[in-house]
DNA sequence: ATGGTAGCTAGGCTA
């Protein structure tokens, strides 16, 4: 089932493969924020500065506008996507390979479901981890990894089970997912020290205290629990660092704010979508960014995008 | 103690 759905779910371009031409412009500094020339097509093969970003759109369906705008306004080359809400007949492909993107995508329901566009090669397209545990054939739970190398960098789209309550069964089955990814992605590093890793996605796990606005409002919460928060550690001291937090210190920089109780405009956050790097892909980042602009407005996502930059 | 909002899909579930 899983692999049908998995040669289903890729639209490769076929006029340009991995090492294919990028197009028409370098990269611009992401605080530029200008319209890319040429319509945000590509880059030169001049260089390889990969601008990797990770978003949590809440239905791409409901969000394509917003994210074909963003994409063309700041440049960006590789977008992880979560949350995607659609089946794979009902993924708006050709908004984004008319813009040049290659696209990868799983959704099994009205759920969760990721997806990968890049404009710098998209290969080796993977449906979820080895040895991802599942939740049954429960469509809530599935549809929550997918890998694919792009432009020399295998980026891993990830949608962190929620975890729902602490005395619920999905909390044990999110820590038992977090482990298995931990060790997953342990060994890849075991086998190849200099590889370019990404684990980008949303974590739902808030890492630090000041990763929300009010640890008292989570005393009994999921995301905040010291088993959330020691496997997250344990996926960073399995060798894959937050790249984005040197470049976003806090306290204060979150990445998704409750659609409720005007969580927004009070700036009361939490942090708990992240970028994180292999020690080869770490060395290469040169700059990173949570875009708050995008959570402005009517039509927003709940979670904003993030952003970071990699030296060629 | 509940509700607040958004999305999918047509009553309730999920986040």
């Not at 060798?239 to 040197?246: E, M, S």
């Not at 892909?281 to 602009?293: F, I, P, S």
């Amino acid at each position: 089932m899983r692999g049908e759905r998995h040669l289903a779910a890729v639209c490769p371009s076929d006029e340009r493969g991995p090492e294919g031409p990028r197009g028409a412009t370098g990269p611009q500094r992401l605080d530029a924020g200008r319209a890319a020339p040429g319509g945000g097509v590509g880059r030169q093969a001049d260089n390889d500065a990969v601008r990797l970003a990770t978003w949590n759109v809440n239905s791409i369906r409901s969000r394509a506008d917003r994210v074909v705008a963003w994409l063309q306004r700041r440049d960006v080359d590789v977008l992880a996507l979560q949350e995607t809400k659609c089946r794979d007949d009902q993924f708006p492909e050709d908004r984004f390979t008319a813009l040049g993107y290659e696209v990868a995508h799983v959704g099994h329901s009205q759920w969760n479901g990721v997806a990968v566009l890049s404009r710098v090669g998209l290969a080796d397209v993977t449906i979820d981890f080895p040895g991802q545990p599942h939740w049954g054939d429960s469509p809530a739970t599935e549809a929550r990894a997918l890998g694919a190398t792009c432009g020399g960098v295998r980026v891993w789209s990830l949608y962190v089970p929620n975890g729902r309550a602490l005395d619920d069964p999905h909390y044990q089955y999110k820590l038992q997912w977090l482990a298995a990814l931990r060790e997953t992605a342990a060994g890849w590093l075991a086998d190849d020290p200099g590889a370019q890793v990404a684990l980008v996605g949303d974590w739902n796990i808030a890492p630090q205290d000041d990763d929300v606005w009010d640890m008292r409002v989570f005393a009994t919460s999921t995301h905040v629990s010291e088993p959330e928060r020691a496997a997250f550690r344990a996926v960073v001291d399995a060798g894959y660092a937050d790249v984005v937090r040197p470049h976003a210190p806090g306290p204060g920089v979150y990445t998704y704010w409750d659609y409720t109780q005007l969580r927004f405009p009070r700036r009361e956050g939490m942090r708990i979508d992240f970028v994180l790097g292999s020690p080869a892909l770490a060395a290469r980042t040169t700059y990173a960014l949570v875009d708050r602009e995008e959570r402005k407005g009517k039509g927003a996502s709940d979670h904003a995008p993030v952003v970071v930059d990699l030296a060629d």
